[in-house]
């Protein structure tokens, strides 16, 4: 489970951002490598830009010094280290405590933990790099590149770190704007799938923060929405090439099928949490309370899509980029989804 898992007590801005990017697979998949042959790490882009957003092949870095010889520890003090310096001293200093603050903090700290990691876990770094490289990850790049050049959202600036980390509690996620990483090895995630779409997923949620701003408080609702508004515009993003199902947490069509068949009564049982502000509730942690025991799911994803789903049935003429701006209220109310579904 994430450290970004609903803690909504935290400071308004924050606490949403942290538990709202937990972008989570828990299934690995075996793919085939694309066709025309990998890319070498030699060759992958060192960073990339989306609008405002920087996000630094950080990883790229960890795996050409550790299989260099002799090991260039200032490569990862300059690369890795301090060209995202707020992400390790003030995220996960912070998120791990006092006891391992050392290792993000300081150029030593940094060096051994990293030849550390290659040395402890080298195969599983190897076939991560290597699957990334086989499935041309660098072109999908290319197309969130080029896609969000297409879009006309207003983008906040921020920076996020695709890295191989010591410590993966924050899985897809991060404190701040400036502060966010992708843990590579991370192994709650599908990292082919959550290259693809769990990037656009967790730009909208950056997008969405800026659009809203801050509030006292978040309910479970909040988030619910919250997450179905990403989730709705990764299969947007994606101009119909994806399934809804897919978009949300990859299900399967017959994922899908399981919610929407119980659909009424998830909304009737879930109901009373909706203004919960605990972030410990039936409808945002189902594996602990199981009162869907038979859920492929998280509750609060597959919720949150179907509220705004039916907004933007409701309202036509509305688009996803409309909503990144209404305060979760509003659109709750103004979808009519309570409407549409009892029955």
Same mark, same amino acid.
């Given at each position: %489970? /994430?450290?970004?898992?609903?803690?909504?007590?935290?400071?308004?801005?924050?606490?949403?951002?942290?538990?709202?990017?937990?972008? +989570?697979?828990?299934? #690995? @998949?075996?793919?085939?490598?694309?066709?025309?042959?990998?890319? @070498?790490?030699?060759?992958? /882009?060192? /960073?990339?830009?989306?609008?405002?957003?920087?996000?630094?092949?950080?990883?790229?870095? #960890?795996?050409?010094?550790?299989?260099?010889?002799?090991?260039?520890?200032?490569?990862?003090?300059?690369?890795?280290?301090?060209?995202?310096?707020?992400?390790?001293?003030?995220?996960?200093? %912070?998120?791990?405590?006092?006891?391992?603050?050392?290792?993000?903090?300081?150029?030593?700290?940094?060096v051994n933990w990293n030849e550390g990691l290659y040395r402890d876990q080298r195969s599983i770094l190897d076939s991560?790099?290597?699957?990334?490289?086989?499935?041309?990850?660098?072109?999908?790049?290319?197309?969130?590149?080029?896609?969000?050049?297409?879009?006309?959202?207003?983008?906040?600036?921020?920076?996020?770190?695709?890295?191989?980390?010591?410590? @993966?509690?924050?899985?897809?996620?991060?404190?701040?704007?400036?502060?966010?990483?992708?843990?590579?090895?991370?192994?709650?995630?599908?990292?082919?799938? @959550?290259? +693809?779409?769990?990037?656009?997923?967790?730009?909208?949620?950056?997008?969405?923060?800026?659009?809203?701003?801050?509030?006292?408080?978040? #309910?479970?609702?909040?988030?619910?929405?919250?997450?179905?508004?990403?989730?709705?515009?990764?299969?947007?993003?994606?101009?119909?090439? %994806?399934? +809804?199902?897919?978009?949300?947490?990859?299900?399967?069509?017959?994922?899908?099928?399981?919610?929407?068949?119980?659909?009424?009564?998830?909304?009737?049982? %879930?109901?009373?949490?909706?203004?919960?502000?605990?972030?410990?509730?039936?409808?945002?942690?189902?594996?602990?309370?199981?009162?869907?025991?038979?859920?492929?799911?998280?509750?609060?994803?597959?919720?949150?899509?179907?509220?705004?789903?039916?907004?933007?049935?409701?309202?036509?003429?509305?688009?996803?980029?409309?909503?990144?701006?209404?305060?979760?209220?509003?659109?709750?109310?103004?979808?009519n989804y309570e409407g549409r579904i009892l029955r």
């Amino acid at each position: %489970m /994430s450290i970004l898992r609903p803690t909504l007590l935290l400071l308004p801005l924050l606490g949403l951002l942290l538990a709202a990017c937990d972008f +989570k697979v828990d299934r #690995q @998949t075996t793919t085939e490598p694309a066709p025309g042959g990998s890319t @070498t790490l030699e060759q992958f /882009s060192d /960073s990339f830009t989306l609008g405002n957003i920087t996000v630094y092949n950080s990883f790229r870095e #960890q795996m050409l010094v550790n299989r260099a010889m002799p090991f260039d520890t200032q490569r990862i003090v300059d690369n890795v280290y301090r060209r995202h310096q707020s992400l390790w001293e003030e995220c996960y200093a %912070m998120a791990f405590g006092p006891g391992n603050a050392y290792m993000f903090t300081t150029d030593t700290g940094m060096v051994n933990w990293n030849e550390g990691l290659y040395r402890d876990q080298r195969s599983i770094l190897d076939s991560i790099t290597t699957l990334i490289l086989s499935q041309q990850v660098d072109t999908m790049f290319d197309y969130h590149v080029t896609r969000f050049k297409t879009l006309d959202y207003v983008i906040p600036a921020a920076r996020i770190s695709l890295a191989f980390t010591p410590l @993966t509690r924050i899985g897809f996620g991060g404190c701040s704007n400036d502060q966010f990483v992708y843990e590579l090895n991370n192994p709650s995630y599908d990292v082919a799938y @959550t290259l +693809k779409a769990g990037i656009p997923h967790e730009l909208f949620h950056i997008i969405n923060a800026g659009a809203i701003g801050e509030a006292k408080q978040f #309910q479970a609702i909040d988030l619910a929405i919250n997450e179905g508004l990403a989730c709705y515009f990764v299969w947007d993003y994606f101009q119909g090439s %994806m399934p +809804k199902h897919e978009a949300v947490e990859e299900m399967s069509a017959a994922d899908w099928a399981y919610y929407l068949d119980h659909e009424e009564e998830i909304y009737q049982r %879930m109901k009373p949490y909706f203004d919960d502000s605990t972030g410990d509730n039936p409808l945002l942690n189902n594996e602990r309370y199981r009162t869907f025991p038979d859920a492929p799911r998280s509750l609060y994803y597959w919720l949150g899509f179907r509220i705004v789903e039916s907004y933007l049935t409701t309202n036509p003429g509305t688009t996803i980029k409309d909503l990144s701006a209404v305060p979760y209220a509003q659109l709750l109310t103004g979808s009519n989804y309570e409407g549409r579904i009892l029955r």
